[in-house]
């Protein structure tokens, strides 16, 4: 996979990922700031003789726009359905009969023609195989252009053999569908609505020894469509009617994600929000359920039109000082705790970045002088030795946490969190002073105080 990434300025970045559905397929991650998106159009998963699969990162977009054209279909085996194609056009050749396969110019002609190239050549077979003129040109010029975005099958051939020059596949004029004998014919385009493919088809409809096989999905109303749903009295634009005798096939060769998919590619990029697109509401309903059930992530289906607004949580990205983690990831082997791990969050004055810092580094950053505070605290106790005077200094720690001091001359009152300097002066007299930080818990403090007269303890 080839990863390119475009800056459209500092905050606009646009980021393509190989699509896998036809030659030059693209999705697209777009992020603006801290927010993105994921448009994924048309894509394939499944990796096929002429293009690879779709490939994307890990990016968790706030939201996934997917397409679901076939949301409720799981397919079978590739190879089952290949040896499948192969059988029925060669039954209906070896009996006399004419194929046609309509598609559209790029993807499943391509595919198709690769695998009745290789059957043709392994069974030595004469009959021709025709695609719609023109189409044949341009489509295997730009596949030659673009080899490296091929299958990695063809791009390690592509030097002894272009697997897209064709010695079977001929382009295909007008007249010939008039000729007598067996033949196939890939045309243009792929539902049967209009073009040569439908002009073909009114042509050998009638016929019982012929066969159509449709390969990929048609949109409802069209002729393909109707041919899949079963009708065999098609009522043309010109207020005729044609009965249609020939064999018709359906068999799915579509170079769209079935359901299964859809969802891998869902799980494969972690959204926070999915949004389902180019599909039918009821299937798009069925996908929807399945989503959320299986990977808890909200799904809307907007119907055309229909405007739909998705709350977002930004990330902010916050540097850490150097200083600030030196002694925390020092002292402590397991997750820091928040009550023993306090820094300042600060914001540039462009707003260009956002640090967490240790207190001192902040003055610094703002260029102020640290002005040092001490005053006593007088805590009454009772008498009754060190122990019951320790337990009375813990209980004051632990239910206050904080001491607020109030200031006449201040106009704000100051939080001394922070360091505690305790001068022990006798069993029943004790003096303690408060340094601008942060109170820690008292432990082992029966021995500090056995061995020393005056500590400092911190968290």
């Known amino acids: ?39 994924t159009g048309d894509f394939n998963m499944t990796p096929d003789r002429h293009l690879g699969p779709a490939e994307i ?177 098609l009522d043309l634009e010109n207020g005729t009617t044609l009965d249609v005798k020939l064999s018709v096939e359906y068999m799915s060769f579509s170079a769209h994600a079935d359901s299964k998919g859809i969802v891998q590619l869902i799980r494969n990029c972690d959204p926070r929000h999915v949004l389902f ?26 119907r055309n039109g229909q405007n739909v607004a998705v709350n977002t949580i930004p990330s902010i990205v916050i540097e850490t000082s150097q200083e600030l983690l030196k002694n925390p990831l020092s002292n402590f082997t397991h997750p820091l705790d928040p009550d023993k791990f306090q820094a300042t969050l600060f914001v540039d004055r462009n707003l260009k970045s956002i640090e967490l810092l240790r207190s001192d580094e902040v003055l610094k950053r703002m260029e102020w002088q640290p002005h040092p505070v001490e005053f006593i605290v007088e805590v009454g106790v009772c008498a009754g030795g060190i122990n019951s005077l320790l337990e009375q200094i813990q209980k004051e720690l632990v239910e206050r946490g904080r001491f607020r001091c109030n200031f006449k001359s201040g106009s704000t009152d100051l939080i001394i969190d922070n360091e505690v300097i305790l001068s022990v002066y006798s069993e029943k007299q004790l003096r303690m002073v408060f340094q601008r930080g942060r109170i820690g818990m008292i432990t082992n403090i029966m021995k500090i105080l056995k061995d020393c007269t005056t500590f400092n303890f911190f968290s």
Not at 3 to 8: E, Q, R, S
Not at 280 to 299: D, G, N
Request: include cysteine.
């Open 277 to 302: 697109v180019h599909g039918e509401e009821s299937k798009m309903e069925f996908l929807k359920q399945k989503v959320e059930r299986m990977l808890s992530i909200p799904v809307l289906k907007p």
């Open 1 to 39: 996979m080839y990863v390119l990434l475009f800056y459209v300025d500092n905050e606009l970045r646009i980021k393509p990922y190989y699509a896998g559905h036809v030659l030059g397929a693209a999705m697209f991650e777009v992020r603006v700031g801290h927010e993105s998106i994921v448009y």
């Open 57 to 233: 990162d890990r990016c968790r977009p706030d939201v996934l726009i997917s397409e679901s054209t076939y949301a409720t279909t799981i397919r079978d085996s590739k190879r089952a359905r290949e040896r499948d194609f192969l059988k029925k056009v060669h039954d209906c050749i070896n009996n006399g009969g004419k194929v046609l396969i309509p598609v559209f110019a790029l993807g499943r002609a391509q595919e198709l023609c690769i695998l009745l190239e290789s059957y043709w050549e392994r069974m030595n077979l004469s009959i021709p195989i025709y695609v719609s003129k023109g189409m044949a040109e341009k489509a295997v010029d730009y596949y030659k252009l673009f080899v490296t975005w091929t299958s990695e099958k063809i791009k390690k051939t592509f030097v002894k053999r272009n697997m897209f020059d064709f010695k079977h596949v001929l382009p295909f004029d007008d007249s010939f569908a008039d000729n007598p004998g067996p033949m196939v014919v890939f045309a243009t385009p792929g539902m049967l609505h209009s073009g040569q493919s439908l002009k073909i088809f009114k042509k050998w409809a009638t016929n019982e020894k012929n066969m159509v096989i449709m390969p990929g999905y048609c949109v409802q109303g069209t002729v393909g469509s109707k041919l899949i749903a079963g009708i065999r009295k």
